[in-house]
């Protein structure tokens, strides 16, 4: 529902009355998390989620309200115009229930495991996350988005605190009991299964096979409903297809169904035409309307499909489009510190005099506007490119509440050439002055981690010098301000100079993977000792020894009513799968048995759900293919002042299981120290490569032809 002018007015007065005269802010005022201070004018007496919070309900007996979102998402800010700022809702919520705000980029370990709880019960995920809670945190009532009256066939948020009161009030144990079964369910649930059946090439076969089963074969990427990108699947596919050769049907059918899909991002309204990057998903099969919300995860993801496809098949669009997505980020989400923010929003207001936000506001156009700014002919020139007039429709359905009437969101017709610069010039000049959607300043460990990956790949396949010295800021700024050199602990985040709270196992994960990839640019060996570190500490937090895996959270955190242990990717890669590929790498660099005792241990605890439902562990079976035969490291020993030949065409393949290692004088003292095959290799002829498998090494090599063989896959 729209708010009128008088209720935004209103709205401090009441929150004034209801927190007295002295101040209008509750307590999310002084939060890390942006999402959390966006809410700190709302009547609702919120809670952080903590121990007051948890001592608050406990004393007066009351459920605890527990609403999770993030500060870019559409439906959240929805929900907090129709009911959070709404008093006579915020009076029901304070007088009967604690109510707790959680940023889920924040806390994602609180977020899974009440998620996990609405999923099971609802069949439905997202947010906003809206959970009813005993006082001890154990969840028996749950949903997402709820409209503040019974409409869309949604029940009414007034009439389910009404009735949650009501259960509360005159049948509690039955409530508490059946949360507790609940909860134990949930925990029955996430313990893989044990298999002794090892995992073979059979398992990726059936990741495949069940992949290629959900291809839209008519709009490209998979499945026929919304449309994600699905850059775990992608990658998977491009991985598989490495170990092909060129002229094999496999490769020749996952390269086909990866271009698909890559060119329908492009094509697509996933993509913003005028500036780089992408949005989050699409509504609709057809890729024509988005969630306008643009995350950094997206964006590193993407950038690297693209560096791959590039790799893969030497076509210079895909080069070119992991080039727009890396200079947005550079121009819009990187922070003057050297990290990334995390996301922009959906939702900006349509002009500087209009007081109420609109999705997609400030990417979208009427006809007149572009007929303004474009001029005539340039119009006619932009037409040829953009579906204009009955074209443009958005598919119907898609926009219940009509924000987007009347309005256009650009994307090329199938087959057509990128915007031209000397039309997206004036586009953009017009655009800036609109304006801009609010931006999550949050810089997550975890997404910079793989933003880092992506530049400091992008440093090497495009040639640009520029991305490494941007991925080496946002490391560096991640060491100096959200790490501790004294305990090797990571923190969450951090927000206008505070760090949020501890990492989760994913924070590790996420950098580790970007530091590996920044010392495969740069090959300055302290950035595979710091990844060696990072993965000890994550190891003694976070893995689980007797069952094997890694938890999400901490062991040591008490603010969870249960330990995730989750391996299926979603918008990102699982931890445990990711941890898994990173434990393989560092093996291979390091030649560190420990390591891959771990990776094949976690590879073993999920083998029963790759087998049950593969297409959603695509990044585990990328892990399988490497501990099938494919994970090996070539090591070269370079003289000196060298054209380094050897190491120029090792850079230009597309080598996601082989692991580079560049000895020279300088640094073959501290490579030395990590692994005695490196001490050993040190002092073979300059201009030599060896392929190792373990500490199994070929013959020395030197030449490239030589080398282009060895490397081939056979």
């Given at each position: ?6 209720f935004?007015?209103l709205?401090?007065i ?83 229930f ?32 809206s ?24 029940p ?11 259960a ?42 069940a ?24 990658e ?72 791959d496809?590039?790799q ?7 080069a ?56 005539e ?68 460990t ?25 991925a ?56 595979l ?21 890694f938890?999400?959270a ?25 941890s ?27 083998a ?8 959603s ?8 293919i ?14 000196a ?74």
């Open positions: 529902m729209k708010r009128s002018l008088l935004s007015i709205v401090p009441l929150v004034q009355l209801s927190h007295g005269e002295e101040s209008t802010l509750n307590r999310l005022a002084d939060s890390a998390s942006p999402y959390l201070r966006q809410h700190a004018k709302n009547p609702v007496d919120w809670y952080p989620w903590g121990e007051e919070a948890f001592a608050a309900a406990k004393k007066q007996n009351k459920p605890i309200f527990l609403s999770i979102g993030y500060s870019t998402c559409h439906w959240c800010h929805v929900m907090e115009r129709e009911s959070f700022e709404n008093p006579e809702i915020a009076k029901r919520l304070n007088e009967h604690i109510a707790i705000k959680v940023d889920r980029e924040q806390r994602p370990d609180v977020d899974q495991i009440y998620q996990t709880f609405v999923q099971a019960t609802t069949g439905q995920g997202g947010w906003p996350t959970v009813f809670l005993t006082p001890e945190r154990l969840p028996f009532f749950g949903g997402l988005y709820f409209p503040p009256k019974s409409e869309f066939g949604r009414g948020f007034d009439s389910v605190l009404t009735k949650i009161n009501t509360w009030q005159t049948d509690e144990a039955n409530l508490r009991a059946s949360a507790k079964k609940g909860i134990e369910q949930i925990q029955s649930f996430i313990e893989p299964e044990p298999s002794e059946q090892a995992l073979t090439q059979k398992e990726v076969d059936a990741t495949r096979s992949i290629l089963a959900q291809v839209d074969k008519i709009n490209g990427g998979l499945g026929n409903g919304a449309k994600f990108p699905s850059p775990s699947v992608l998977f596919l491009i991985a598989d297809a490495t170990r092909y050769p060129k002229t094999s049907l496999r490769r020749q059918e996952n390269v086909e169904v990866v271009r698909a899909a890559l060119d329908a991002l492009v094509q697509g309204a996933l993509q913003d035409h005028l500036a780089g990057g992408f949005h989050r998903y699409t509504v609709d099969p057809e890729w024509k309307l988005p969630h306008f919300e643009k995350m950094l995860y997206d964006q590193a993801q993407l950038a690297n499909l693209y560096l496809a590039f893969l098949t030497g076509e210079a669009r895909y070119e489009t992991a080039r727009r997505t890396l200079d947005y980020v550079s121009a819009q989400l990187r922070s003057g510190s050297g990290g990334f923010h995390s996301a922009e929003d959906a939702d900006s207001l349509p002009s500087s005099a209009a007081m109420e936000k609109r999705e997609g506001a400030f990417y979208t156009w009427t006809e007149k506007e572009l007929l303004n700014v474009l001029g002919e340039g119009y006619d020139r932009f037409k040829e490119l953009v579906p204009t007039g009955a074209d443009a429709a958005l598919p119907e359905g898609f926009d219940p509440h009509g924000e987007l009437a009347g309005q256009w969101v650009l994307r090329l017709k199938e087959g057509a050439n990128p915007l031209p610069e000397d039309l997206i010039e004036p586009l953009l000049e017009y655009r800036r002055k609109r304006p801009r959607p609010a931006m999550d300043d949050k810089v997550i975890a997404w910079n981690g793989l933003m880092i990956e992506a530049f400091a790949r992008a440093s090497v396949v495009l040639n640009s010098p520029k991305d490494l010295e941007v080496k800021e946002a490391a560096s700024f991640i060491k100096n301000e959200l790490y501790s050199s004294e305990d090797g602990k990571l923190r969450r985040s951090w927000s206008q100079g505070k760090a949020g709270p501890p990492a989760v196992a994913m924070d590790y994960a996420g950098l580790i993977h970007g530091i590996i990839a920044l010392h495969q640019a740069e090959q300055d060996p302290s950035w000792s710091w990844a060696i570190t990072l993965q000890e500490r994550q190891v003694r937090d976070f893995h689980d020894a007797n069952n094997g895996g938890f999400d901490d062991r040591e955190r008490a603010d969870l009513v249960l330990q995730m242990k989750m391996a299926d990717d979603n918008a990102l890669p699982s931890v445990n799968s990711l898994t590929r990173n434990l393989q790498a560092i093996a291979a660099l390091s030649h560190r048995d420990d390591f891959h005792l771990i990776a094949k241990q976690t590879l073993k605890t999920f029963v759900p790759m087998r049950s439902h593969p297409a562990m695509t990044q585990m079976s990328i892990a399988l490497g501990e099938l035969g494919a994970t090996r490291s070539l090591v070269l020993v370079e003289a002042n060298s054209p380094k030949l050897l190491s120029k065409f090792a850079q230009s393949q597309l080598l996601p299981f082989t692991w580079r290692i560049e000895l020279s004088d300088e640094n073959q003292a501290a490579y030395g120290a990590m692994s005695p095959l490196l001490k050993s290799l040190a002092d073979s002829e300059k201009g030599s490569a060896f392929v190792c498998t373990g500490t199994q090494c070929g013959p020395p090599i030197s030449d490239p032809e030589t080398l282009k063989t060895a490397l081939s896959p056979k």
